[in-house]
C-alpha cells in the first residue's frame, strides 16, 4: 500500500503547483478539471435535460389521454396551424425525443458523469481524478451532442421519429418518415458526441479506481457506490465502440448510400432507398449489444447508491458485501449475451431467441441476490426515515417490480403478447424510473450536503418523496394491465382500434397523476435551489456515515482532503461493538487491541 | 413518521395485488383467446403471474415488516451487528435459480409451436402473402391454382379473410420498413422485415371480426394501419374468394 501513498501524494504535488495560483472565473467554473465541478456541470445539465424530458413524456400522455385535442397553453403556442393538436408526425417524434434524451442526457450522464465524477476520487480518497483533462473535456463533449439535438427540433421535417433505437429501414431512409430528413443525422451525430464523452469517463473512471486509491483501501473495502461505477465502466468500454460502429454505419448509409442496414431493391415512400445489400436486423443486433448493457449502465451506480444510504440508515453493516459485488460482476457478464431478448419477435432465427431466453431469465438471480441483501440489511436494523432513505427504500419497492415484470418478457410465448405493448413501457419505468430516477433523487438528498455544505429540507423533500411515490405508481402501475390487454406502444390514437377503445378512461387518470407527478418536482426545484443559498450549513459528516467522503471537508476544496486519508476497513462498519458511536468511519483508527478486526466480509 | 413511511410501502402490494384483481372485470386484461396454440401462453401467463405475485408480495411485505419493526424512532433494540450470512445466501441464489431455470425450460414448448415447428417446411402451401407498407396491408392469395406468383392470384388490402378451424401459413414480408403483424386475440406478433420472408402460422377457433394491429413503428401513419381479420367458415371463405376474383376480373 506504500507505493499507492506515494503515488497519490506525488500527483497532489504536481497537482498543486499546477493550479496552485487563482485560476479565475473561467478556469475554476467553466472549463474546470476539478472533477466536483464537473460533476456538479453534469448534475446541473441534465438535470435540465430532466424537465426537457419530463416536458416531451407529458405531452406524449396528454395525446394518450385525449387525442387531437388541443393542449391547453402550449398547444396554441407550438402547433397554431394544427389548431393547437398534436399531429401524427409530431408524436412520433415527442416519444423519440423523450426517450432519447431521457437515456442519452439525463439517465446515464447523470450517474456516471454527476455522481460518478463527484464521489469517485472522494470516496477512493484519491485528490482527482486520474486525467482531469480528459475528464473536463468528457464533458464538454457533451456540448456538441446537447447542440445536435436541440438543433434537430428546428430543421425541415423535424427532430428524429424513428424511435430512440432508430431502427432502418425506417431511420436509414431519408423518406421513410419527416423525422428521417435532418433529424436523424443529427440524432446520430449526437449519440456519437455522447459515446465519445462516455468513452472518455469510463476510461478514466477505471484508471482512477484501480491506480488512486488511498493507502488502506482494498478493492473490498470499496464502497458499493464505487464498485457500481466500476462495473459501469466496464460495461461502458466494451460495449460504446459496437454501438459507435453502428451509429457510423447508419450515419453512413444516410450520408454516402453505403446501405449496411437497406436490403436490394427497396423503394420507400415512392422512392428508391439506393442500391441497398444489407440487412436490417444488423443494426438491431449492433444497437442492442450496447443497448442492453446500456441498461446495466443505467441501473447499477443507482443500485450502488443505494446500497450505501440503505446502510447508512439502517445504521448496519450492509448484508452480504461480497456477494453483492459478486452480482455486479454476474450482471456485466451475463448483460451481454442477452441482447436478443429485445429481438424475440424480430425474425433472428427463433432457436437463437431460446438461448437468449435462457440467459435472460438466468440474468434476473443476480438482482433477486441484491434485492434480498437489501431487505436482510434492514432486518434488525435502527432504521431512520430520511428522505434519501425514503428514496432508496422506494428504489427496492419499485426494483422488485421491474425486476418482476421483466421475467414476463423473458418468457418468449409470452413475449409473443406484450411485446410492443404498454407492459413493456410499465416494465422500463419501473426500473428506469422507480428504481434509477429514485436512486439519483436519494443521491442528490444524501450527498447535497457534501456538494453544496449546505442541508436539503426535509420536510420538503418528504413531501417531494410522497407525491411522487404516489403519483409514480398511479402513473405507470396500470400500464402492466394496459399491456395485458394488448395496448400497443408509440400509437398517435390507438382508440381507433376496436379493441383499445375502453382503454381512455384508464388512460385519462394515468395522464392526470402524470401531470400531478410533473407537478411534484417544482417542490423539488425549490428545495434545491433555496437550499443552494439559504440551507443550514452542515459539518463534514451530517448522517454519521462512515466512506471517504464525509473524511473531507464540506465542501470539499481543491485537492479534496485535508489529511491524507488511511482506510482501517470496509464501509459499512455501523453498529460496531469495537466503538461507542453507531458508526466506525472507514478512517478511523481501531481503538487499542482492536487492529485485526471490523474488516466487511471477515465474520 | 415511521409507522406512516412503513404503511405506505405496504400499499404497494395491497395495491398491486389490488389492481390486477379489478382489472379482469373491468375489460382490462388478456383478450379473449381463438387460437389452437393462444392457451399455452395464456396459461404461461397465469403461471408466471401468480409465481411472481407471490414473490411480489412476500417480499413487500417483509420490506414492510421489517421498516415498522426496525423503526429507530418506536424501538431501542440495538442493531444486529452482521456482515451477512453464507447459508441465506446459498439458499437466496439457488431457489431462485432452479425456479428460473423451471420457467425457462417449462416454456420451450410452446414457443416452439408458435416460432419452430413450421408447417411450411413440411409441404403447407401459403394461404396467404402480407406484405405491410406505409400504412397499410397489401394481401396476396394463391387462387384457384394454389400458387402464388400466377395470374390467378387474388389482391387485396387490409381485409385479411381465414377459414376457421384450419391451419393458415402466412408469408409475411415488407415492401419498406419494419411493421408487426399482431393479432391480439390468436396470441400472434411478427415483425415484418424488409427483405425477409418470414412465416407466421396459426389456426383460429372462432369466427368474428377481429382487429390486425401493426406494432411495430412504422412513421407517422403507423396508428392508422389498421387491418381486420375476418374468421369465417370455409365455405363463406370460399365464396368469398370467388367473388373476390370475379370482381378483379371485372375490372380488368
Ligand atoms: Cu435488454
Ligand atoms: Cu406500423
Redesign the interface.
Known sequence: MSSHAIGSHAHEMAHAGEHGHAAGFLGTYVFSRDHKVIGIQFLFSTLLWFVVGGLLALAVRWQLAWPWKEMPIVGPMLFSAEGGQI???F??MLFTMHASVMIFFVIIPILAGAFGNFLIPLMIGADDMAFPTLNMLSYWFMWPAFLCMTLSFFVPGGAA???WTG?P??AA?WT???GSEMGQTLWLLGLIFVGVSSMMGSVNYLTTIIQMRAPGMTMFRLPMTIWAMFITAVLQAFALPVLTAALFMQLLDRTVGTGFF???G????NTS?GA?GG???LWQHLFWFYSHPAVYIMILPAMGMVSDIISCF??????????MVYSICGIAGLGFIVWGHHMF???MN??L??GF??ST??I??PS??K???W??T????????TTPM?FA??F??MF??GG??G??MA????D??I???YFIVGHIHYVLFGGTAFGVFGGIYFWFPKMFGRMMNEFWG?VHF?LS?VFF?GTF??M???G???F?R?????Y????FR??QP?NQFMTICALAMGASQLIFVANFFYSMFFGPKVGRNPWHANTLEWFAPTPPGHGNFDMQPIVYRGP?E????EVDT?YYPQTQPPPEGHEHTGD???? | ??RF?SL??LS?PI??VG??VW?PSH?????KDVSAHGH??DH??NF??IL?GL??VA??V??FW??WR????R?A?????????HN??VI??IL??AT??F??IY??N???D???RNPGAEGMPITVEVTGR?FEWRLRYPGKDGKLGTPDDIYHVNDLHIPVNEEILVALKS????H?F?L??L?????A????Q?PVWFKATETGW??L?C??????????M?GRLTVESRKDYDKWLDDMYAAQEATK
Open positions: 399531429s401524427p408526425e408524436y412520433t421519429a424513428a424511435g431502427y429501414t425506417l431512409v421513410a418518415a419527416p437497406i436490403p436490394e427497396l423503394v420507400v415512400n432507398a441497398g440487412q436490417t436486423l439502517a445504521r448496519k453493516p450492509l448484508f452480504g458485501y461480497k456477494p419477435m424480430s425474425g427463433p432457436y431467441g431460446m431466453m435462457v431469465m438466468m434476473a438471480l433477486a441476490v434485492v434480498f441483501n431487505l436482510g434492514i432486518w434488525g436494523a435502527r432504521i431512520q426515515f425514503l427504500l422506494s427496492v419497492s422488485i417490480i418482476l415484470s421475467i414476463f418468457a418468449t410465448p409470452v409473443i403478447f411485446h410492443d405493448t418528504k410522497f411515490f405508481n402501475y396500470t402492466h394491465i394496459l395485458a390487454g394488448g400497443p408509440r400509437l398517435a390514437d390507438p381507433h382500434y376496436a379493441s375502453d382503454m384508464l459499512y455501523y453498529g460496531s461493538p453507531d466487511a466480509g471477515h465474520h | 413518521m415511521g413511511w405506505l410501502f404497494v395495491f398491486g389492481v390486477f382489472a375489460g382490462y386484461g388478456l383478450p399455452q401462453i404461461l401467463w408466471i403471474l411472481t414473490v411480489f417480499t413487500e417483509v420490506l421489517f421498516l426496525y423503526d429507530a424512532a424501538h433494540d440495538p442493531v444486529k451487528y452482521t456482515h451477512g450470512s441465506l445466501e437466496w441464489t431462485p435459480a428460473l431455470l420457467i425457462a416454456q420451450m410452446a414457443w416452439a408458435v416460432k419452430i406505409q415492401a419498406d420498413v419494419l408487426d399482431f391480439p386475440e396470441r400472434i406478433k411478427q415483425d422485415v424488409p427483405g425477409m418470414i377481429y382487429d394491429v406494432a411495430e413503428l412504422c412513421g407517422w401513419g403507423h396508428y392508422k389498421k
